[in-house]
């Protein structure tokens, strides 16, 4: 129990009596003694500070991106030059990571990758908070009908299966960048508006807004000025764990063959190591952009939680992918 | 009552709006006819069965009749000069009778394909779904338990571990060692009997199930240690019964709400997970028989997966609701 | 005390903290005979509660557990360590503050009842069932038979507390620990559930520890009184000893808070100024001395040890009520304006006149 000021004085006059530790066999069940506190759940408490794993999960973000940007600049090999090396190479001193069936360059791919990877995934879950926020306070604040007619397009997204609206998306309108980022986005759109909504809820109830009506701001000012700041705020610390998302969605995509259809990610990368006879042959092929696929989510999720915590707030409801 | 009919009536707005959709979509935006009849579905047909336009595609006056009077009658028989609510009426009409259309791309019964291939699909979904809650349950009682020690710390970093690999990549991982390297299990979907199809499914269902465990685990986890904070638990420890007891009998139950939400949210990402895993591990399934028709625009393929796909979704979730009413008696009365 | 059915000595909890030990109980003893009633009596935060749950083993694992505690010849705390199963629920129960929480929301009421009999005496469901409805009725339900299958929900709060007293009783205790039985209840309920309690510790030769805030409550119920303040006991008395010759300065001060039906309607009760300390580490002095009307200089110095005040009167002050020393103490402090730990004598209520207050003690 965090002691407010008091300010006993500590002295050693009364010595320990028989203060044992109270043996192990005694679980620990329902832990709500009187007089202390239970032990602060480390996913409920708002942490003070980010540290070590924070910043170095935003270190490994800040080099792939930083990377992916800089990759027509970095003295690296073509991505797309067959014959770079020999083929199906494993990782050497001229191919870092080794060299695909047809000698292309692992490395030089994997960071050329990154770029479609981020940049859909990037653009695709800002789309989706700008879009599903609105929503979200939109329901949230004026409540009523409007409530009611977002919260059943939420759901009819919601219905149609992630992959299946995809397909559908893409047979329509074809692979374009941004055709594939529209399409990531609307997948995201129903967590967002939701949990942009009960934020909204709570808030809305706060004296602030309450005063800023009743000083006659309009609604739209209200929801412009008081609440949104409040809502993207929190929301913003869950940005980085839908990043991850999309990331991974956008693999998948790629994996099928969905994504992109100007040059590859991450996704298509593993596809094309994917097959039984490369895997047999040069597994690398397919770890390679795993594993930088892998490192980049953990630290997405590293960070997102963090930042989570950080402003308390909920997780976000999409869950499994 | 009430609510049960409300719900109901929502579920069905919902399929309605889903179907709509999807249906509209693909009618007005593609091109049915294309799928039946190719390149004559842009001619004139009319104009050439009249024979007021003589030379079709370079070819010389009075062919392409044939293949005329193909689009016509697919016209007539697909309603494609009906305006599109009517068209969709029919459609929706015949699939409540069980008529799923006819594939464009080989003219096999929609339904005959959906009977063929969604028992595997639904019998891979339903392994995984007992993979992720065999996992999770035990895994989010033993975590929520000691809350915050050692096990409990170990298992929210492999979490963040798990959550991290993609379903794909988990896939893809898990056949190298297992099927490539060490060669445990089968490279195909072996369908011989139910132990051979089980021993198929052991692969594909880790990958959909084990991310799905660690949702559910961090789920069940966060609502275990809620509930372990209520008077009931202290009374129930009271009462002498085991630790075991109290966290089986008295705790699990109604901390299983948020996570049972988000198995009913999850649905959709579990059938399109299908659709990526039936590829890699080579399942002839619903999931991949419907990529593959997305593929090649067979949209009477892709139109009954959807309906069928949010259908399921819709129903499951319907359930999820009933389901809290069971879990938690208090819900019974709003009902 | 050869015939005590419970003895607890020098029994210490303390809970590791960011701050420091907080030592939650500190050095409380205390004998209980067979259907004899304790009663516990302090503020919050006093100490009671740590100390029923010590005797319950439902502290948490990290909390810091001494002394001894002796049931019938078995050492507690021994018991907990080899996870005796047989023991709380069976030999000791507790009965919790909220009714409206402490039963099982998703359970019904027979299974919450016959779960016990079922775990600990080995009955069958059916027979389980059978004697849960015989609890309910002997806890004054009606409708046993309904009741069993209705959930905690459907209850009003006073039967709810009734349903967590049978579900106590179930194994036939010897010991029942009520903390704060009535506090969440509506006032009219209160009565009922304890005379009930009082009834059936009677009828089943049951010993009680009733803990409360509220002397009020042990008044006419417990053989004997345990003051408590900050983890300390204060003081120990027969009851009927307690209220006519009260001693400690705290438990006068707890009683100036109890409406009674004889005072004026309009009388202000009278709240005790500030709040017990959170006892970090060891106090030099005495826990109450910075609320205490009584306080002199030795007080913030010295702790002041349990001396012998009567036959079974055992109290923990410099200055006691109804004493020379403590009749002193006061009326220094009163004409000086503050007491010895600079707390202002007019945040006591005048309506007490001290003359009042000193002749009771003196009549003793």
Known sequence: ?321 | ?335 | MAGALLTVQDLSVGFLTEQGLVRAVDGVSFDLEPGQTLGVVGESGSGKSVTAKALMNLLPSYAQVGGTVNFDGRDVFAMAASREKHFWGVEMTMVFQDPMTSLNPVKKIGEQIAESLRVHLGRSRRDALVEAGDLLEQVGIPEPGKRLNQYPHELSGGLRQRVVIAMALACGPRLLIADEPTTALDVTVQKHILDLLDDLRRTRNMAMILITHDLGVVKGRADEVMVMYAGHTMEEAPTTTLFDEMRHPYTEALLETIPRIDTPSHTRLVPIPGRPPEVIDVLDGCPFAPRCRYSIARCLTDQPDLTSHGVGHLCACHAPVGTPSGTEARAANESAGTTAAGLDMDQFARNVPIADLGQSGAEG
């Open chain 1, 1 to 321: 129990m965090p002691a407010d000021t008091n300010e006993h004085t500590i002295s050693s006059s009364r010595t320990a009596k028989y203060w044992r530790k109270r043996s192990s066999a005694t679980v620990e069940l329902a832990a709500r003694p009187v007089g202390a506190d239970a032990e602060p759940d480390p996913d409920r408490a708002p942490q003070r500070r980010l540290g070590v794993t924070f910043w170095a999960a935003i270190g490994w973000v800040a080099l792939v991106t930083g990377a992916a940007v800089a990759a027509p600049l970095l003295p690296i090999a073509d991505p797309d030059q067959i014959g770079i090396g020999p083929r199906s190479s494993g990782p050497n001193w001229d191919q870092w990571f080794g060299t695909d069936t047809v000698g292309r360059d692992m490395f030089s791919r994997t960071i050329w990758g990154a770029r479609v990877s981020l940049m859909v995934g990037f653009f695709s879950i800002v789309a989706g908070f700008l879009v599903g926020g609105m929503m979200g306070v939109a329901s949230g604040y004026r409540r009523g009908w409007i409530d009611l007619a977002l919260g059943f397009v939420t759901y009819v997204m919601l219905s149609f299966p992630t992959l299946v609206l995809f397909l559908l998306v893409i047979l329509l309108f074809g692979q374009g960048l941004w055709i594939v980022t529209a399409a990531l986005s609307i997948v995201v759109i129903p967590s967002v508006s939701r949990l942009a909504r009960a934020i909204t809820i709570a808030f809305a109830e706060r004296e602030f807004v309450a005063a800023a009506r009743l000083l006659g701001a309009t609604n739209r000012r209200v929801m412009a000025r008081e609440i949104l700041p409040n809502v993207l705020i929190p929301m913003s610390a869950l940005l980085l764990l839908g990043l991850g998302l999309t990331i991974v969605a956008e693999g998948g995509l790629a994996f099928l063959g969905l994504s992109v259809a100007d040059g590859f990610s991450w996704g298509k990368m593993i596809q094309l190591g994917a097959g039984l006879r490369t895997l047999q042959t040069a597994p690398w092929v397919a770890f390679f952009p795993i594993g930088a696929m892998f490192l980049t989510v953990l630290s997405l999720n590293l960070a997102g939680d963090r930042l989570r915590q950080y402003f308390d707030v909920r997780e976000l409801g999409i869950g499994g992918r």
């Open chain 2, 1 to 335: 009552m009430t609510y049960l009919i409300r719900r109901l009536a929502f579920m069905f707005a919902v399929l309605v709006a889903v179907t709509f959709l999807a249906f509209s979509a693909t009618n007005v935006i593609g091109d049915p006819l294309f799928n039946v009849v190719g390149f004559y579905a842009s001619v004139d047909c009319d104009a050439v069965i009249a024979g007021e336009i003589k030379d079709v595609i370079g070819t010389v006056a009075g062919t392409g009749v044939g293949e005329c009077e193909r689009v016509i009658e697919a016209r007539e028989k697909y309603h494609l000069d009906d305006p599109l609510p009517i068209r969709y009426g029919h459609w929706i009409g015949g699939m409540i009778q069980g008529d799923f259309g006819e594939s464009y791309a080989n003219q096999m019964p929609v339904s005959s394909i959906l009977a063929e291939r969604l028992p595997k699909s639904i019998l891979l979904m339903g392994v995984s779904m007992v993979v992720a809650l065999g996992v999770s349950i035990p895994w989010g009682v033993a975590a929520a338990y000691r809350a915050n020690q050692r096990f409990d710390r170990a298992s929210t970093a492999g979490a963040f571990g798990l959550l991290s690999i993609p379903g794909f990549a988990l896939a893809i991982i898990l056949f190298y060692f297992f099927v490539v390297r060490w060669q445990i299990f089968p490279s195909r979907y072996m369908d011989d009997n139910i132990f051979s199809r089980l021993h198929s499914l052991v692969l594909p269902a880790a990958s959909l199930g084990l991310p799905l465990a660690v949702v559910y685990q961090r789920l069940l986890r966060t609502d275990l240690i809620t509930t372990l904070q209520e008077d009931f638990v202290i009374m129930a420890k009271a009462k002498g019964l085991s630790d075991r007891r109290i966290m089986f009998r008295h705790v699990l139950r109604p901390s299983m709400f948020g996570m049972i939400t988000v198995v009913g949210l999850n649905m959709s990402a579990l059938i399109g997970g299908t659709i990526i895993i039936e590829s890699i591990f080579s399942i002839p399934g619903f999931g991949r028989e419907l990529y593959v028709s997305a593929i090649r625009d067979d949209i009477t393929v892709v139109l009954a997966g959807v309906t069928v796909t949010a259908t399921a979704f819709v129903a499951i979730n319907t359930a999820v609701d009933l389901l809290y009413s069971y879990l938690d008696p208090r819900v019974r009365r709003a009902g």
